[in-house]
């Protein structure tokens, strides 16, 4: 079945360690996204790329940083500038037209301990 | 200030009952959202809409694009719908949505 695969579903961190989160999808969706959400506050957009080889940076962009080798490919990595990290990472995607909805992983809760 | 507002913020029914989330955004849309998140933290998408009315199953989104409103009802309601409804907009031809704070719905049996 198609769909997007994120892991792991859990990840502890140590201050001061970069990490890198997985998103795949066999969907053949040009776009993907990655999100933060915070206990009590709606998703918040990190980057997204349309295309490969290229992406752009969301709304809190700052300490987190994404690459696009492939199409069905697009980690994150939590950097150790990140102030915050400990969230729920969530990665979507979408078919170029948007004919049809969103389509999310199941997400990555990341601690930093 | 959230330009994507939802009300109410928590919904606590008995099952059957007849289930109204509603979403208001402050500027014309290309395209609305909703979205249901499970205690798990997936999230599926329940419908995109940009005029009108969608049904599939027992939920129904209704969108009023001059007052800039949405609803999504749920009929004859059950305890599987308990979750996080989040409603979300698309602005013109932005590549990105804009995501309401979530409505945190129990249904006990």
């Known amino acids: 079945d198609g769909g997007i695969t994120q892991s792991p579903k859990y990840l502890f961190r140590k201050e001061g360690q970069n990490v890198t989160l997985s998103c795949e999808q066999n969907?053949?969706?040009?776009?993907m996204y990655w999100y933060r959400q915070d206990p009590g506050q709606g998703l918040r957009l990190i980057y997204y790329?349309?295309?490969?080889?290229?992406?752009q940076k969301g709304d809190i962009a700052e300490g987190y940083s994404v690459s696009r080798e492939k199409k069905e490919s697009f980690p994150l990595t939590v950097t150790s500038a990140q102030k915050n990290p400990t969230a729920f990472y969530l990665c979507?995607?979408?078919?170029?037209?948007?004919?049809?909805?969103?389509?999310f992983g199941s997400g990555t809760r990341l601690t930093v301990v | 200030k959230n330009e994507v507002e939802q009300s109410p913020q928590n919904l606590t029914a008995q099952e059957g009952e007849f289930i109204t989330i509603n979403c208001s955004y402050s500027?014309?849309?290309?395209?609305l959202h909703w979205l249901q998140q499970h205690p798990g933290g997936g999230i599926v998408s329940l419908f995109m809409?940009?005029?009108g009315k969608k049904k599939h199953g027992r939920l129904i989104a209704t969108i009023n694009i001059q007052e800039k409103h949405s609803s999504l009802h749920i009929t004859a309601s059950h305890p599987r719908d308990s979750a996080v409804y989040i409603c979300?907009?698309?602005?013109?031809?932005?590549?990105?949505?804009?995501f309401g704070q979530g409505t945190r719905l129990t249904i006990n049996p």
């Open positions: 979507a995607s979408i078919s170029g037209d948007w004919h049809y909805g969103y389509t």
């Open positions: 969907l053949n969706h040009d776009a």
């Open positions: 790329s349309q295309i490969v080889n290229d992406f």
């Open positions: 500027v014309g849309i290309s395209a």
């Open positions: 809409l940009s005029s």
């Open positions: 979300a907009v698309r602005w013109g031809g932005a590549q990105k949505l804009v």
